[in-house]
């Protein structure tokens, strides 16, 4: 998931629209704190789940005060022993370079990963240099490759060489220089570049015809990956996960309630609109707002150090 900077209602928007706005983005994110997170955390675990930790940034806060969120969230994975890593922007941070260092020693001591969700296609290039500044001490990393841009198929190649993790997604910016580039096709494209390397590769979709041909061509080749999914999302993979003995990882976002790009691109695909529309309406209690365990799937290997 190349989760979403909150997107606020323009000054012309109507008070309903807002209100009605509110009410969504409240059902994407497990609560204001990270205690809210853990929540999830505990019924996911239940089955052997695992799980990405972010913090949504809230309007006006500054880069030290997210600084402390990251760090919270690290140490939390730490002491509670989750299996989880932690998914930070770096427009979060202000991209100073100085607090991204800091972030990655408290990770490093705790052996948690520490992943950069991507944002537009210009932030990349930043992104990148981060990374390569920090990998030498650490490779416990992880970045985003976005199917809609063109350059992904390259950053395929950076992400091995520093030998670090990445998460693909179709993502949710296109590439002003590709167009017309087809993101599901590139998706598998990307997928296949990842085969005979030790990468851990993350198939972050709720396609799952998708996913099942991107797994397919991971599987074949012996090569590491997972599948992600968004929490508050119908979660259809767990199955798949299951039939295919691989890890099976939910992005649990806490803080500033924002709607995830899933659901604003999701006018193609009915089945979506159809789960969003209902859960606004019904207004039905998530599984871990009533201690609902999870059907365990077959196979799901059982989490041990490895985050």
Avoid at 154 to 167: E, H, N, P
Avoid at 213 to 219: C, D, G, M, R
Wanted: glycine share 6%.
């Amino acid at each position: 998931m190349n989760a979403r900077e909150p997107d606020h209602a323009p000054d012309g928007t109507s008070g309903l629209r807002k209100r009605v706005v509110r009410v969504i983005a409240s059902r994407h994110v497990a609560g204001p704190t990270v205690d809210d997170a853990l929540r999830v955390c505990r019924w996911a675990r239940n089955s052997d789940y695992r799980v990405i930790l972010s913090p949504w940034r809230s309007p006006g806060a500054r880069p030290k005060d997210m600084l402390e969120q990251y760090l919270r969230t690290i140490n939390t994975i730490i002491d509670q022993n989750i299996p989880g890593y932690v998914a930070i922007k770096l427009n979060a941070i202000g991209n100073e370079f100085e607090i991204f260092e800091e972030l990655v020693g408290i990770a490093r001591d705790g052996n948690v990963r520490l992943h950069l969700d991507s944002l537009d296609p210009d932030s990349a290039p930043l992104s990148f240099k981060f990374l390569e500044r920090a990998a030498p001490s650490y490779q416990n990393l992880g970045t985003t490759l976005p199917a809609r841009w063109k350059r992904s198929l390259d950053d395929v190649r950076r992400v091995t060489d520093l030998g670090i993790s990445a998460r693909i997604v179709k993502g949710q910016w296109s590439d002003p220089t590709a167009r017309r580039l087809d993101c599901r096709e590139n998706y598998l494209d990307i997928a296949s570049q990842f085969v005979n390397t030790k990468c851990r590769v993350g198939v972050a979709t709720h396609d799952y015809p998708l996913a099942e041909a991107a797994t397919s061509i991971l599987s074949s080749a012996q090569s590491p990956f997972e599948i992600e999914q968004f929490f508050s999302l119908p979660l259809n993979c767990r199955t798949l996960a299951g039939k295919l003995g691989c890890a099976y990882r939910l992005y649990v976002a806490y803080g500033y309630p924002d709607v995830p790009y899933n659901v604003r691109f999701s006018v193609s695909r009915p089945g979506i609109v159809g789960w969003v529309i209902q859960d606004f309406a019904l207004r039905r209690r998530k599984p871990w707002e009533i201690g609902m365990t999870p059907a365990r799937e077959p196979h799901q290997p059982a989490e041990a150090v490895s985050r």
